[in-house]
């Protein structure tokens, strides 16, 4: 997430901070459960709209760490949908 803030020199004028996303949405979800089924048909539609949409093509396995690639790609997104199933736990 890029932050850019901008204000005048008088300490009590008006300032903004605005953010620019890498990713309107990141789909958080996990296993072959969801992936090819609602999982993808979620990103397939989004995809169509023209919404930017992060999903992780690797799979992460249960007990693996979060790479710095994934940190950054949740930290970069506007929105997060997280998609529960039996095997996201």
Known sequence: MALHSSSSAHP????????EWKYDVFISFRGLDTRFGFT????????????????DGDMLQSGEEITPALLSAIEESRIAIIVLSPEYA
């Open 40 to 55: 993808g048909n979620l990103y397939n539609a989004l995809h169509n709209k023209g919404i930017h949409t992060f999903f």
């Open 12 to 19: 009590f004028s008006s300032s903004f901070i605005r953010y």
